[in-house]
């Protein structure tokens, strides 16, 4: 799916909603950018940001043109952008993959501008009970051998609380014509669609938008 296509609607899909509201040539930071998929349907919606990415190996190739990367080990490296040079932040599908988050919360709440906000998203803790996929996909949390621990986004909140983030935002992430496509799909044989629709369809990702307060 492009982006161009929504860039009307954003509020059809989660992450689309939140990127949306990046102020007009911002800065963008994703981190754990991995094959560049998403930062690709972000640099659709918004080719006016000003993108910036961090991933332990990534595919920077892959990214959009112009795209800032950085190879870093979110759990020890600090990142070599400036105090409050960012205007947004998201991480997607990383915090399930690391044991300690302080490095990558202190990080965000540094490099974010006062007022500015951060997206997180996490398999949601119901994926621990979901039936095994037992193939290409993950559907059940521990499908994924690399994922250390469910986060919830009370207990994120918690941890970024002491980042000097506050949460101001939980929910569920969602595509909605995804979604809405699921009772086709259901009718078919398998494939990465029907997963797709299916998982967005009973809402498989919980996410969280924190703000950076406005200093005193």
Known sequence: ???RLIRSVPWLDTRASFVSQTPHGGALLDLGSSDGETLRHFYELRPDLKFHAVDIQG??????????FRRANLQKDSLPWPDASMDAVTCMHLVEHLSDLTMLLHEVSRLLKPGAKAYFETPHPKTTT??????????????????????PIDDLSRKASSAGLRLCMAGTSRNWLFAAAWPIFALMPHSRQKFTSRVHWIGWSACGVFIKPNEA
Do not use: I, Q
């Not at 595919?59 to 800032?68: L, S, W």
């Open 1 to 3: 799916m492009n982006w």
């Open 59 to 68: 595919r920077p190739e892959a990214y959009p043109k112009g795209c800032d």
């Open 130 to 151: 979901l039936p095994s996929a037992r193939g290409a996909f993950t559907f059940n949390f521990y499908d994924d051998p690399t994922h250390t621990h469910p986060v």
